[in-house]
């Protein structure tokens, strides 16, 4: 399935009174930006036609892909000069580059690149800056065999914050911490059905329309994911994230992981 990604944003509280340009989704994590991991947990499960919907900042991510040097995370065979790849990250990957606005929201974006989808059924959708190592095998079989229109996946609430419960008198009478309460948070990675788009006005909201508008008739549904999953909202939150990277926990990439069982499995054979 196509995977549609939204990367337009300003991500003004990550950038935190820089005046340097650089979309969200080019921040760094280890060797490779944010998009980057965004693609490989896509293509890890075979889904390798994107279409990136660009916005502020969008010669960054053009420049990173067109000047994308495989060796900085595979291994190579340098010989008589030439440089011999050992795998491959992106070989296979078809990427569609398209403007949809510097102001444009995520809805608004999804309509501007309908075109691209060529008419497909179902076809996932996600934010480029958000990690996760939710089973999409799993989230795409379920959807198909449900009568809906859109799946996203629900995540529980991610503040450290703590809810007090507060008497009229001003006592009180507990303290919960965020959580713990039976709430769920949107999470992304979201799966859809061409119904999505009867939903969205023009400069509308994926979720706050289109979401919305299906969950009114009982058209939406959840994937709840108590896995890892993290948002890059902030420079801290970014920097968590490297630092994790750089001390060899990450989670998120799942295509190392299958492929150190893969590789353990055979030679056990």
Known sequence: ??????????????????????????????????????????????????????????HHIKEFFLTYEETASNDFVLRGGRTELLSTDMSDWTITFAQ?????????????????????????ANYADVLTDA???EMIDRFARRDAGASMMVVPPQSSFH?????????????????????????????LRQEVFDHIPRDGDLVADGCAGLAKRGRLVAHRHRGFWK????????????AAYTRGERPWAVWERDGAAAHAGAGSA
């Open 163 to 191: 809810c007090v419960d507060l008497g009229e008198d001003g006592l009180v009478g507990g303290i919960t911490p965020v959580s713990e309460l039976p709430l769920w948070e949107n999470g992304g990675y979201f799966v």
């Open 100 to 124: 949809t606005g510097i102001e444009s929201p995520i809805g608004e974006r999804l309509r501007r690149v309908r075109h691209h989808l060529d008419g497909d059924e179902m076809f996932l």
């Open 1 to 58: 399935m196509k995977v549609v990604l939204f990367c337009g944003g300003y991500g003004m509280r990550m950038r935190e009174g820089t005046s340097d340009d650089v979309p969200k989704p080019m921040a760094m994590v280890g060797p490779r930006p944010l998009i980057w991991h965004v693609m490989r947990y896509y293509a890890h499960y075979g889904h390798t036609e994107f279409v990136l919907c660009l916005g502020y900042g969008a």
């Open 231 to 242: 948002p890059t909202d902030t420079v801290k939150e970014r920097a968590a994230l490297d």
């Open 135 to 137: 089973p999409l095998p």
